[in-house]
């Protein structure tokens, strides 16, 4: 029975590896491909190769990945990969383009786990032309986005606020990864953003906090 038993054993962790080892490949390829599409969505007219990808320190001192864009040989912006995991639901990753100047091209989510109908709508809340709910096209070079209750102008998703500073907190990270690099021109390597930085003011408010599921 012993035997019987462990030669089972063998046999399921064989069978487990091959199929790891044969999904390995296309997953990493779909992951690959997705990246790529949100890239371009972000950095539009722009050619990047992922190859010339580099990190940027943040003002946190977390690192993020940068990817130079360029129009005719010459870099015109970049995307960057960023994160929080202050969501209301936790982690939230988002890639964010931007031009030379720091003006926010455009941005893409990549993963969050907030609430449909509420946290949920960052995919399509920040980037629609209504009151001061867009983000896109504003100069962060200016300085870092907040929602209206932390003193900035950038109107939160309806009863998301935690939501909505996790993604500004994204995307000030971002900012402060690309903005803080010795020459986000050229590429060169990167420094900590003295300026206001991606972390200062994203802390949670007091009427921000989860009751019931549901989120000021």
């Avoid at 029975?1 to 044969?22: H, K, R, Y």
């Avoid at 999904?23 to 190859?51: C, F, H, R, Y």
């Avoid at 864009?69 to 990969?81: H, L, P, S, T």
């Avoid at 009863?159 to 021109?185: E, K, M, V």
């Amino acid at each position: 029975m012993f035997f019987s038993l462990t030669g089972i054993c063998l046999v399921s962790g064989a069978i487990l590896a091959g199929v790891n080892e044969l999904t390995a490949k296309p997953i990493a390829e779909a992951q690959t491909a997705t990246l790529k599409s949100a890239i371009k969505a972000v950095t539009p007219g722009m050619d990047v190769n992922l190859n010339e990808a580099y990190m940027a320190v943040t003002s946190d001192k977390d690192s993020l990945k940068i990817y130079p864009a360029k129009i005719n040989g010459q870099v015109a912006g970049a995307a960057v990969e960023s994160s929080t995991e202050k969501g209301f639901s936790g982690h939230i990753s988002v890639i964010v383009g931007f031009d030379k100047s720091g003006k926010l091209l455009n941005y893409s989510v990549l993963q969050h786990s907030e609430t449909p109908g509420l946290g949920a709508r960052m995919e399509q809340w920040f980037r629609t032309d209504k009151g001061h709910q867009s983000v896109i096209g504003r100069d962060l070079s200016k300085g870092e986005l907040k929602v209206k209750k932390d003193g900035g102008d950038v109107d939160a998703i309806t009863a998301a606020t935690i939501s909505s500073r996790a993604f500004l907190n994204a995307i000030n990270r971002a900012r402060s990864a690309y903005l803080g690099s010795t020459d986000s021109n050229t590429g060169a390597s990167p420094q900590v953003d003295s300026g206001t930085g991606a972390s200062g003011d994203n802390t949670q408010a007091a009427d921000s906090t989860k009751q019931g599921g549901k989120q000021s």
